[in-house]
């Protein structure tokens, strides 16, 4: 047994070592461990033996001073117990027992970390002593701080590679794949086993030259790291574009041993990149067309040159520009297929027009191509193996005229025409500003234009007259104009038709003159109710010379199911009509009409909509509202009138809630001038 006279105190104390790790190895052979004490007190590594109650009798200098003041100068005699903490002593025994019961020498590797402090990484060996009945089991400690380090730094790394987004892939110099981490097998679609051992050009996508990969390897053979994006193409078809940094990997040498891939996927941003790109060049293109575009040009030759521009988009081979005609058909009037010359503008079938017709009320849309008997020339697209169709609809006047077309190329798939879609509505909107005013009357604008036309020429309607009735007194104070259609059309749909077509104030007009003409059977002590839109009052000229005519106390009953942007220019507008001219706000409680808006307008009356007369008998809510009304019409100097009476009871409500003037089928139903001494009595009786 070694004795401990002569032995160095013991350095100042460390940080406490914590046990991380522990393997158990069994050896087929291990040479018998002899102490020599004047070898191992001065040996660089750290030697101690405990005897077989695991008491320390053995410690060298170098093993002192790694363990420090945890041993201690009484050290001899002591246990792990003595110095560790249980959950360390634990792992000792165990390890200690492990070694005295085995039959032959045993190793035991056990990995120590000092806290606090540079931290220390040792190795531990244990064996069975042998060659001394007295020492249970030898230890050796080898410091392998810097072994250890680097060790925990290439696993680090290997768990970042592991988790991180991008992928990475790394390949030999025979250009195997010998790694991939599951980034790569989630975006490429490739399991790692599927990938390793493959040549990574089981990503290519065939659509960059074989010039391209050339350049990029003579690049890394040169010892280079090589940039830049690669279209690839996933395990399932579909392709993506992924931006590629390759760098070569060396050895201790200098020497080149494999490569190492790290991609990330940008197909969106690339994406986003190119739709801008394009947007730009589309534009250019909109504005190179306005320019070529010569004073007196026919709307075949602005067509054509729209066409000739929306066909030299990017995987676009053909493009054509159709009018809907009056006689149901959709015939082009421009049409341009890519290296042929001009096709024949042939009308598509009646069957198919229809079907143009009815979709392109909804907007623009992209289609396969078809070999469709109703499509003119399909045998010319045919022969340039068309994939899908992009449409466009064509406007004037917020009405559809006609379609712009595009037909993809054979070399491309849907998106090339999803990508060209927004420029091909820009340039359908420029074809409509173009030629809109000049090919109306050939479309189904020319139509509705004829029609309405034709309604005002004919005076293929006629005015009916509601009184307005005072409920106190019972006479009939004003009426109302109001047009009925001879072909019952509502009122108000043709109107809409009219305005649509740009026809409004001809309507307007033509309607309003014979209702003048008509009120002239009609009581003069009676004012009479116009109806007019805020077109109409801003066009000025044309409602102040029929207006002039006239005699009688006019009111003008603006509509408020259409906005006035502009209220100076209105109440401008309103001034040179007259003194004798009064105003009317419709529809108060719907619409547009607000307090504000009669705030702006200062009318001489408000008119109730009926959605507040309804009911009003049994709705306090509503009768709140109303008193409300007549407050604030009381405090801005105008009257109100009560439209839609259908019931006594509600006028008896009326007249309660202090509302003098209604009109409804309660009070008296439109009708001509001279279809009844009854409308024409100066004073009404409820009922009658």
């Avoid at 991180?164 to 025979?174: C, Q």
């Avoid at 009120?519 to 077109?535: K, V």
Wanted: hydrophobic residues 40%; contains cysteine.
């Amino acid at each position: 047994m070694v004795s401990t006279p002569g032995w160095r105190p013991a350095p100042p104390a460390s940080p406490r070592p914590t046990l991380l790790q522990e393997n158990s190895v069994r050896t087929g052979d291990h040479p018998k461990i002899a102490i020599f004490p004047g070898l191992l007190d001065t040996a660089p590594v750290a030697v101690f033996a405990k005897d077989l109650a695991g008491r320390y009798v053995y410690a060298n200098a170098h093993f002192l001073a790694t363990m420090g003041g945890r041993m201690g100068l009484d050290w001899y005699g002591k246990t792990d117990a003595d110095m560790w903490p249980p959950e360390a002593v634990t792992i000792i025994r165990a390890r200690d027992e492990a070694a005295l019961r085995g039959s032959e020498p045993q190793v035991f590797s056990q990995l120590v970390r000092l806290e606090d402090g540079p931290h220390t990484f040792l190795l531990i060996e244990f064996t069975q002593a042998t060659g001394d009945p007295g020492i249970g089991v030898v230890g050796i400690a080898v410091d392998i701080t810097g072994y250890s380090n680097a060790k925990i730094d290439h696993a680090q790394l290997a768990t970042v590679i592991e988790q991180t987004a991008e992928s990475v892939m790394m390949a030999g110099l025979d250009g195997r794949i010998t790694y991939v981490n599951p980034a790569f097998e989630r975006v490429s679609g490739y399991t790692r086993e599927e990938a390793i051992g493959r040549n990574p050009r089981l990503l290519s996508s065939g659509l960059q030259p074989a010039s391209f990969y050339q350049a990029m390897w003579a690049a890394l053979a040169s010892g280079s790291p090589w940039a830049g994006d690669l279209v690839n193409r996933r395990k399932d078809g579909t392709l993506l574009t992924e931006e590629v940094r390759i760098s070569p990997i060396r050895d201790g040498a200098g020497a080149i041993t494999s490569y190492v891939a790290v991609e990330r996927d940008v197909s969106r941003e690339r994406a986003l990149e190119e739709s801008s790109s394009n947007l730009g060049r589309q534009r250019t293109l909109i504005a190179e067309t306005i320019r070529s575009l010569r004073a007196g040009d026919t709307p075949e030759a602005t067509a054509q040159a729209i066409c000739r521009q929306v066909a030299s988009f990017s995987g676009i081979n053909a493009a054509q520009l159709l009018l809907f005609g009056l006689d149901g058909r959709a015939t082009p009037i421009g049409y341009v297929v890519v290296g042929e010359p001009d096709p024949p503008l042939r009308p598509h079938s009646h069957e198919h027009s229809r079907q143009l017709r009815g979709r392109a009320a909804e907007g623009p849309w992209i289609e396969p191509w078809k070999d469709n008997l109703a499509f003119p020339n399909r045998n010319l697209l045919n022969g340039t193996n068309a994939r899908s169709l992009g449409f466009a609809p064509v406007r004037y006047d917020d009405r559809v005229i006609g379609l712009l077309i595009v037909q993809s190329a054979d070399t491309v798939d849907k998106a090339a025409v999803t990508e060209a879609l927004p420029a091909l509505v820009e340039f359908a909107n420029l074809a409509g500003a173009l030629i809109g005013r000049d090919v109306a009357d050939r479309t189904e604008v020319g139509r509705g234009r004829n029609h309405v036309l034709r309604i005002i020429a004919d005076r293929s309607f006629g005015p009916v007259f509601q009184p307005i009735v005072d409920l106190k007194s019972h006479l009939i104070v004003g009426y109302e104009a109001l047009t009925r259609f001879n072909d019952g059309t509502n009122p108000e749909i043709m109107f809409d038709q009219a305005t649509a077509v740009g026809l409004g104030v001809e309507l307007e007009t033509a309607t309003l003159k014979v209702a003048l003409a008509a009120a002239e059977l009609l009581p003069r002590s009676a004012w009479l109710d116009l109806n007019a839109s805020p077109e109409l009052v801003l066009a000025g000229e044309p409602l102040r010379t029929l207006l002039s005519g006239t005699r009688r106390k006019l009111v003008l009953e603006v509509t408020e199911h259409t906005v006035i942007a502009d209220y100076s220019a209105f109440r401008a507008a309103m001034v040179t009509l007259g003194p004798k001219v009064k105003l009317a706000v419709d529809d108060a409680g719907s619409g547009f009409a607000s307090l504000r808006h009669i705030l702006e307008l200062g009318p001489a009356y408000v008119k109730l909509d009926r959605s507040l007369i309804a009911g009003l008998e049994s709705d306090e809510a509503r009768q709140a509202m109303i008193i409300g009304l007549r407050h604030f019409a009381r405090m801005t100097g105008c009257a109100l009138i009560a439209e839609g009476i259908e019931t006594k009871r509600e006028i008896a409500v009326l007249r309660s809630l202090g509302i003098n003037l209604g009109q409804g089928y309660a009070l008296g139903r439109p009708k001509a001038a001279g279809a009844s001494p009854s409308l024409i009595r100066p004073r009404f009786t409820v009922g009658a």
